[in-house]
Every structure is written in C-alpha cells, then in structure tokens.
C-alpha cells in the first residue's frame, strides 16, 4: 500500500497508440499528460508496438507486451505474468482503453487484486454476437466502466449487462486552441464559403450524404466550396474510399467545387476557415470532431445519433437532422449559408459551451474522482442520474 500522502501508481494499457490525432488515444494521452502526479503516478502498457511510441518521447514509461492474437494460451500467459509483476510492482489500479485489451486482461488483473476499470467510447459498432458473449463474462471482473457520453453508458448498460452501478460518464476534454493562421486549402478559390468536414474516408461516416446535399445547396448558393479534411482509408477488398468518393463527386458535377486534404495532423487551421462544420456519421459516441469545430466557434450541422444531440443543442449551438437524410441536411446547410447573423450566433454559443463544460482539466478531474472511488469500493452516481434521465446539453 502506498505510504499516507503519497501519489498512486496507475497503468494505462491500449491496444496500441497511433498518435493524438485518433480520437480515443489522443484523449488517454490528454489524461496521461494532465494527471496529478500527487495523486496518481501513472505508467503505460500496449499490447502492440507502434511508430508514434517508437519515433516519439513518451511522457510516461512504457512496456510493449507485443500480443497481436487474442486468442491464445501464449498471450494469456503473457498477461498474466505482467499481471503478477504489476502487483510486485505495488500497482493496483488499470484502467483499459481499446477493445482488444478490455476483452483479454480484466480476468487476469482481478486474479491478482488489481481494480479494474474499461473505457467505452463508441455506440458497439464493434460488437458480434462472440464478442458480446465474451463481454459479458468479462464484465463481473470490471470494477468501472467509464464511457464518454451517456448514450454510450446506455449501450454498455443494455448490450453487455453492466449495472448502472458500474458506469460513469465522463465526457471527453477538448484543449484550447493554440493561434494559429488561418490555412489557406490548396484548390479552395478566394472568398468562397466552405462546407467542411473533419473525418477520416470510412463509409460510416457517409460523407457521400453530405455531398449530394452539398450538390442541391449549390444550386442556391454557386459560390459554396466543399471541404473533406482526413486520410483515405480501404475496404477489405482493397478498395480506396476515397475513390469512390470522387466517382460520386464527378456524377454530382461538383468535382470542381470539393477537395480532398488527405490525412492531416493538425485541421485546426481548416476548421478555422469552415463557414459551415459538418458531421453526418451513422454512429459517434462523443465526436472530437464536433468539440474542435465548437471550439472553433464554427456552426455546426451533424446527424442526430450516438452522444451528438449531448453537446450539440438544435436551434441553439447548431443543426441536428437525422442519419442519411439528404434534403434535410441540405436545407440546413443552406440556412447557415444565406445567414451569417444567424451563423455566427451558433458559432458563439459553441465555443461558449465548450469552453465552460468541456475543459480538460474537468475531465481528469472527473477521472481521477473515478479512480478514488473505484479503489475505496464506492459505486457510480450515474445508476440514479441515468434513471433520472438526466443528459447533459449544451
């Protein structure tokens, strides 16, 4: 046990980190770099190498238990002999982040004493009828889960049989926004009024939705551009999304009026030249593109799923329509084009609401509360928030 009025050991473990660009392991590097050290010291685990770890200080010590198959006694094995040394070590605290790890170590770290906590961060767009079955035994060795919007807790809650008593949410922390200038995109022409997305090429993002509607907004407004900022990705056939992107860009007769970044480190300086920011996906849980566009001060249109409609308020700090609605999404659009007045009033309550409920310094405190309460065994305060039907707007 640690000394009285000393900091906490805590490991972190993931799948993998690929950088802070991807959504959930940029915001475990945030809690990581955020931390209190006088309270929690933390380490972190992958069970995969990867070039961002390997080319890139890390801010914390790392152990690479290079696992890559799931589904054998050699890696179990492995965990379970990282286990035994993390309790030699005086660790009693993991908190997993990523899929693979959540499934293979909460067994093997209870067996050893060791609390046990799972972040969720998606709507189960991963899950199959094996890995919910495997989840659900998993679960009784899970002393939290943690997910980034309520909707997400309801998912956990209903889909892997986790009592309410077990989750908490914890919304994610955006960073203020460093000055930058403003990017001026290759291909975009002066003056014209960019419709813009964040998101990587990935069919459920359904970027195609958003240029069709793009394609009747033209009509009315010829002097609109359409922004796509974000790397291409492949089908498992090989297929580049990207390409049929622009095969359906040149049936529309808007290939001249669309670009397409590619992968970018930074859309800061894009999203800062967004007249309109959008995000029409099938599912998100709680979607940092939306918090970088409402940081930003940008109006936003989005799709009415997942933990959207938690940080998006219709009519106030933007548009919500619903998934693959071509006309509705084009009728937004165009309002927030034909009216700057009313563009900018949205743009300002965005980045009001932001900066006063999305900061990062409440989402580690909020973490760190969580893990005090995990280690004293106190149960989550979302099992009567959540019966309260309690959700949390902007």
């Known amino acids: 046990m640690p000394k009285a009025g000393a900091a906490r050991r805590i490991l972190y473990m993931a799948d993998h980190i690929s950088g802070p660009q991807a959504g959930t392991e940029g915001q475990l590097l945030l809690l990581v770099q955020h931390l209190d050290r006088s309270r929690y010291e933390p380490a972190l685990a992958v069970l995969r190498r990867s070039e961002y770890l390997e080319h890139c200080a890390s801010l914390v010590p790392v152990t690479v238990l290079d696992i890559h198959k799931l589904a054998s006694w050699r890696s179990i094995f492995r965990i379970m002999r ?13 908190h997993c982040f990523l899929n693979d790890v959540s499934m293979i ?28 079955a495997l989840l659900r035994l998993i679960s009784p060795f899970v002393d939290r889960y943690t997910a980034n919007c309520q909707a997400v807790g309801r998912v956990v809650h209903r889909r892997e049989w986790v009592p309410r008593r077990k989750v908490s949410v914890i919304y994610n922390g955006v960073v203020r926004a460093a000055d930058t ?11 014209a009024r960019i419709v813009g997305i964040v998101a990587n090429l990935k069919p459920i993002k359904r970027i195609d939705v958003l240029m069709r509607a793009f394609a009747r907004v033209r009509e009315r407004c010829p002097d609109a551009f359409l922004l796509v900022v974000g790397a291409d990705t492949r089908s498992d056939d090989g297929k580049s999304e990207r390409g049929f992107l622009e095969d359906l860009a040149r049936s529309l007769g808007i290939q001249s009026r669309m670009a397409f970044t590619g992968r970018v480190d930074d859309p800061t300086p894009y999203v800062s030249r967004f007249t309109v920011a959008v995000l029409c996906s099938e599912s998100e849980g709680l979607s940092n593109a939306l918090l970088e566009y409402m940081r930003a001060g940008r109006p936003v249109v989005c799709t009415n799923t997942g933990g959207n409609p938690e940080l998006v308020q219709d009519g106030v700090t933007g548009f919500l329509v619903p998934v693959g609605d071509v006309e509705a999404l084009a009728q937004r659009l165009d309002a927030l084009l034909s009216d700057e007045s009313l563009a900018r009033s949205f743009g300002e309550a965005a980045r009001s609401a932001v900066t006063s409920r999305y900061s990062v310094s409440r989402m580690v405190g909020e973490q760190m509360a969580c893990y005090d309460d995990v280690l004293a065994g106190r149960r989550s305060d979302w099992e009567s928030s959540a019966e309260a039907g309690s959700a949390r707007r902007c």
């Open 82 to 94: 990282f286990a035994l040394e993390l309790r030699r070590q005086g660790i009693r605290l993991v």
């Open 105 to 132: 170590a909460p067994p093997c770290l209870r067996l050893f004493g060791i609390r046990v906590l799972v972040s969720r961060r998606d709507m189960g767009i991963w899950y199959s009828p094996a890995r919910l």
């Open 181 to 191: 200038k403003d990017l001026a995109p290759a291909g975009v022409p002066k003056g």
